[in-house]
């Protein structure tokens, strides 16, 4: 696998010739419509037994929270549809998403005044960093299924978050919990050359 300055260095030259798609309000500049569900991750898939499953909140919380996997899922469920865009030009229309809103989770979290950012962890390792007022969206997700099917492993079974306005790099799989902080901080990608916030519709890509 090339080292993440690498593919960084490579997605910034990349100059593509196919006129992208173009569909007024629905798809971001610079992107390429498809109809399939390509598998983006850097390094190993996780595998995380369910028993052992948690997701944690910390950091400027007034209480540290940790919910088990059965705990997690005894929280109300949602269904939404949403699109979804990658940094290296695929974007997919109308995915519906099924699990717990993220106004769900916050429901059960009281913040420090001081929290303005959040730095989402994965299994495995991977961060990504968002601003407060990003992970409060509305259409904003801990999913476990996709179109009625459960994710598979590699898409981020058994939870991702999903940040469905911004790049999907910003959509950690496997995620373990929601660090808040005060200051902004790169994540994995971030700390690459990835754009630390990833508006799609400003084209938010590199910093
Ligand atoms: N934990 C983790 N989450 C991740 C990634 C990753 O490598 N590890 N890749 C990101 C990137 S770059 C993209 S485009 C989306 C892709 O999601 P998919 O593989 O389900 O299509 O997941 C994001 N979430
Ligand atoms: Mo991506």
Redesign the pocket.
Known sequence: MKNPFERVAQLRKANPQRKPDSLEGRVPPGQYLTTK???????PV?SIPLEQWKCEAWGLVEEPKSWSYQEFLALPHVTLTAD?H???RWSQLDNTWEGISIHEVMKQLRLKPEAGHVMVH???G?T?NLPLEDLLQDNVLFAYKRNGEN?SP???WPM?LIVPHL?????????RGLEFIAQDRPG??ETYGYHMHGDPWTEERFS
């Open positions: 569900f390509p598998v983006l991750t850097y390094g996780p979804f990658c940094v290296t994965s299994y495995g991977y990504t994710l590699d898409h981020g991702r790049y999907a790099w910003k959509s950690a799989k496997w995620v994995f990608w």
